[in-house]
């Protein structure tokens, strides 16, 4: 009797939890449904996220790459302005050397024709002699190249 009482008790007790079992397995499908729908949802939600974020980064990286090179071209155009000025300058200063170097040439000439004409009136020697002598003078004072080479106190053409 005992058994009897005990294996009715547990049989009511296996039905009640088959009973609950099949209670529960609606609501355990429709919260697995739920929760799936839910991480489907999210899915692309976190895709979106993340590719949004990898997107700043690469537009953030970008921006600093553009930004070094905005201040590498200005740097270049600090420098050519600058290399523009010295060549300028260094234009300006070669014109003044070329212009000097007319006017030494010509005052040249005017010393060398009044050493000329002093030696001729003074000493007894003969024009030729006084014109080689003179130019012997300045080509070894001066390390002048004789007439028949070219002068190199007429200055050539500058070109730019």
Known sequence: MFRKIYDSVHAHEIARVGQDVEKLEPSVLLLDRANSLLNQSQQPYRYLIESVRQR??????????????EKDVSNLNKEKSALLQMKNQMALDLEKLLNHREELAAMKQVLINMRSKHSTNNLLLTKAESRNTTENQTLKTLNVPGEHEDNIFIPKPTLF
Do not use: E, N, V
């Open 56 to 69: 700043d980064s690469k537009i953030d990286s970008l921006t600093k790459y553009i930004a070094q090179l």
